[in-house]
């Protein structure tokens, strides 16, 4: 048991703290400094197993708080060529809206917030623009190719369903 206390005291983080003496002489003995390191590796022991307990009861994120999502993908053509780069937001009537940019074959597969996937269920207006980004020399040149009822005036609504959706859309 001294072995184990001397390696935990070695190469743990826990850190064993002397109370002042109450041994004969104002020195304490070895016996009770074992006894001392005894009560605080069991206390800190016991706050470890009461964390462990108490996350194995509640979970550790069993519930993801993500709302639920369609998984969307689809593909964006104008006057019946694939559409690249262009930006492509679905956004729901409340809630957090999802996006994508196409692929150089007009392809987009929707993301909602990091590496989720999707778009929440539910009624979305769709915007499709070409993207630039705002740092660039090219957005001071900039001049939107897609009308504006594709976008800042859309008139494009889609239905998200659980599971999985596919949304095409052919621009003139």
Sequence with gaps: MFIFLELVSKYSPLKFVRSPSIAIGGFETDSQRFMQSIMILKKNFRSVAQSLLLLSVVGCGGSSGTPPL???????????????????????????????????????????????????VGEHTVRITTYVEEDSPAAAKFKESIPKKYNSNSELKKTVKPGRNEFNFDLD
């Design 70 to 120: 369609g998984q969307v993908t689809g593909a964006v053509t104008i006057n019946g060529e694939p559409l690249k780069d262009a930006l492509v937001q679905f956004e729901p009537t409340t809630g957090r809206g999802s996006s994508a940019i196409t692929n150089a074959a007009g392809k987009y597969d929707l993301v909602y917030v990091d590496q989720t996937r999707g778009a929440l």
